[in-house]
């Protein structure tokens, strides 16, 4: 009896655990079915797949060099026993063909990435306007795995090279689609602002931390460990967006507006402004990166420890730039142009003081000065790319994201091509005058966002001034003229444009106002 009292009590409290679990399995379903736990969790998936592409773009670098030399040697020793068993009187010469060759080859294999990157993001732009952000979000996540794998197991440059190739590939799906999820879901500015914060944040980690992670690895693991453990996260980061977002279940994007073509958003004058400005801000980051190390050993006699953790240190001013922006925007949100002004400024300050230093020590300051000033540049004219599609064009964000990853796609495919042949040609010194120089003068080009950036678009207004959502851009300026009426702007004019048909908002909204007894204005 006693044997038959103890099974049955372990029969119920088996009973009770499985009830237990099963009630927090429908807590936990319950919860990913509420819209705010979803859109944390997407932002947690679109961070990690932003923080991958950039450990994928940046763990080579200790990486790459050193096992393509390796490659190098062993197949110039093979062939100079073969057709010189006896001789040595070439070898110099040869050392130094062979070095040069693999300077050029080591800078095709890194630009190849934002070469391909820049030229399949505008169909990639299009393509998410189209179908959503989540399919083309998985889409990347794909053949990032994919290329990470190759990596992984690549013995040879050309496996490396399509390796590379379609890590570009996979980031002009993941990064635009991410990204523009993210400006789709956090639709007040100040929670954009944020959001988009947070994924610079992850970029810059992934970017910073990359180098040190993958040469550790390297050193003690062999070539192979570090890119599966990020084919792992990556797999794993997949595995979620299915589970939580269920891309091929979702249909809410059947009832979306057609986003306007990525050509129009092209020769829009405020977005090729933005466009621009974030292109030049990255062109110091991107040509300092293949560069900086050369030039650290020749004059400052660097160890290997101080040129992998050059960049280390300017990951800290980079998070406290993306904190001190977003705090900003948030208290004055119509000064996003100025924020990014000051950090132009600010890059090109410290472009022109690197050649200036002496020591390590020396060389950290400018070097956060200008991650600083990349992190107030990203931070605030990101999220006014957004509200410029909001208040000139459709709500859809993947074509004018697509945009800006082609702004950084032209800075990092020039950058270890360019920038060798610049240094050699002209020289260090004149290359970081050059940039500093640049960034400085496009600054008060920014100044013509001050006028759009004087309207700030409302959540609850932009649902509720249409029955529908807009259809067109027709639809979206007669929403923009109703918010106009209701919020009283004489100058809505001016941030609205005349449509591809001859429709001209301002004289519109004049009419309107004749019609109806006319706005309040306060």
């Excluded at 038959?4 to 379903?29: F, Y």
């Excluded at 705010?36 to 679109?46: F, T």
């Excluded at 399919?135 to 399509?162: D, K, R």
Aim: charged share 15%.
């Amino acid at each position: 009896m006693d044997e038959e009292g103890g099974s049955s009590g372990l029969v119920k409290s088996a009973a009770v655990k499985l009830s237990e679990m099963g009630e927090r399995t429908k807590q936990l379903g319950t919860a990913m079915k509420d819209p705010l736990q979803q859109r944390r969790i997407m932002l947690v998936i679109v961070c990690v797949a932003l923080l991958l592409d950039n450990m994928l773009y940046m763990v080579i670098v200790p990486i790459i060099p050193d096992y393509l030399a390796e490659l190098e040697s062993e197949q110039s020793e093979h062939v100079h026993v073969v057709m010189h068993p006896n001789s040595s009187a070439n070898s110099t010469s040869q050392d130094k063909s062979n070095k040069n060759n693999l300077d050029v080859q080591i800078g095709v294999l890194f630009a190849s990435k934002a070469i391909l990157q820049l030229l399949v993001n505008p169909l990639s732009g299009t393509f998410i306007d189209r179908v959503g952000y989540d399919i083309p979000l998985l889409i990347g996540l794909s053949i990032m795995f994919v290329s990470t794998c190759i990596f992984a197991v690549g013995e040879n440059y050309a496996t490396l090279f399509v390796a590379r190739s379609l890590q570009g590939l996979g980031s002009a799906f993941a990064d635009t689609s991410g990204i523009a999820m993210i400006a789709d879901k956090y639709t007040e500015e100040s929670e954009r602002s944020t959001a988009l914060g947070i994924a610079l944040a992850f970029i810059s980690f992934g970017s910073l931390v990359a180098p040190p992670f993958g040469g550790i690895l390297y050193e003690f693991a062999g070539k192979k460990v570090p890119f599966f453990v990020l084919a792992c996260i990556c797999l794993a980061d997949g595995f979620l967006l299915l589970t939580v977002i269920k891309p091929f279940s979702n249909r809410t994007r059947e009832n979306m507006p057609v986003g306007t073509p990525i050509y129009r958003l092209m020769v829009d004058p405020y977005i090729a402004v933005v466009a621009g400005a974030l292109t030049v801000c990255n062109i110091p980051l991107a040509f300092l990166e293949p560069t900086i190390s050369n030039w650290m050993e020749s004059t400052m006699h660097s160890s290997q420890w101080e040129m992998g953790l050059t960049w280390l240190p300017a990951f800290f001013p980079h998070v406290l730039g993306v904190y001190i922006t977003v705090k900003l925007a948030a208290q004055h949100p119509h000064l996003q142009w100025f924020y990014g002004a000051v950090g132009m400024v600010i890059i090109g300050a410290s472009s022109c003081t690197v050649p200036a230093c002496k020591t390590f020590g020396q060389l950290i300051a400018p070097l956060c000065g200008i991650c600083f000033g990349i992190a107030l540049v990203d931070t605030a004219l990101l999220p006014t790319l957004a509200f410029l599609v909001d208040v000139r064009h459709v709500s859809v964000y993947g074509s004018v994201y697509a945009i800006a990853d082609i702004s950084y796609s032209v800075a990092y495919a020039m950058g270890p091509i360019v920038a060798g042949q610049i240094v050699h040609n002209l020289g260090f010194v004149q290359l970081n005058l050059g940039m500093g120089l640049v960034n400085v003068l496009y600054a008060p080009a920014l100044l013509l966002l001050r006028n759009v950036c004087q309207m700030k678009p409302s959540y609850s207004e932009r649902d509720n001034l249409l029955e529908e959502a807009p259809q067109g851009l027709y639809d979206t300026i007669k929403m923009e003229e109703r918010r106009a009426k209701k919020k009283g702007y004489s100058s809505a004019g001016n941030c609205l444009s005349v449509d591809e048909n001859g429709f001209d908002s301002f004289k519109a909204q004049r009419s309107l106002s004749e019609e109806s007894s006319g706005p309040e204005y306060t």
